[in-house]
């Protein structure tokens, strides 16, 4: 998507702080950071939010989950970590490209709303 935030991210026309990249997905450092570690983990291929997961494109996901341990250990997030991804407006979504929060380095609050 050529006005894609994160599509611009994952080609280098925006610079980004890049933690890991496969031919899959992309991972950077979040520029608005919610815990001492917050990585956005994003799949190259352009999918609006978890509403567009499908059949066709769900490895991308699945991948995605396979990656993020491994951030998750490279960052030394040995006692845990909280995977988020927002849908809509109602979650307060604002890049319309999926896209996983991976949030840790603290004791994280328990609020989910
Ligand atoms: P969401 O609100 O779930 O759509 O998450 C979008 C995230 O992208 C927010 O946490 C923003 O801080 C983050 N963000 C926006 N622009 C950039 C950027 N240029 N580089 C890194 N993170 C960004
Ligand atoms: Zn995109």
């Known amino acids: 998507m050529s006005d ?3 599509c611009k991210i994952i080609t280098g026309e925006i610079p980004s ?6 031919e899959t ?10 815990a001492p570690t917050h990585v956005l983990v994003v ?3 352009h999918i609006a939010d978890s509403n567009g997961v499908s059949a066709e ?3 991308v996901v699945a ?5 993020i341990p ?4 490279a960052e030394g997030l040995t006692g845990g970590y909280r995977v988020v991804s927002n849908c ?19 004791t994280l609050n328990l609020e989910m709303a």
């Open 4 to 6: 894609c935030l994160f």
């Open 17 to 22: 702080t890049k933690v890991y990249e496969d």
């Open 25 to 34: 997905v992309f991972a950077f450092r979040d520029i608005n950071p919610q």
């Open 43 to 45: 799949p190259k291929v």
């Open 57 to 59: 494109n769900s490895a």
């Open 63 to 67: 991948h995605s989950f396979e990656v």
């Open 70 to 73: 491994k951030i998750a250990q």
């Open 88 to 106: 809509g407006a109602d979650a307060g979504q604002t890049v319309q490209h999926l896209h996983f929060h991976v949030l840790g380095g603290k």
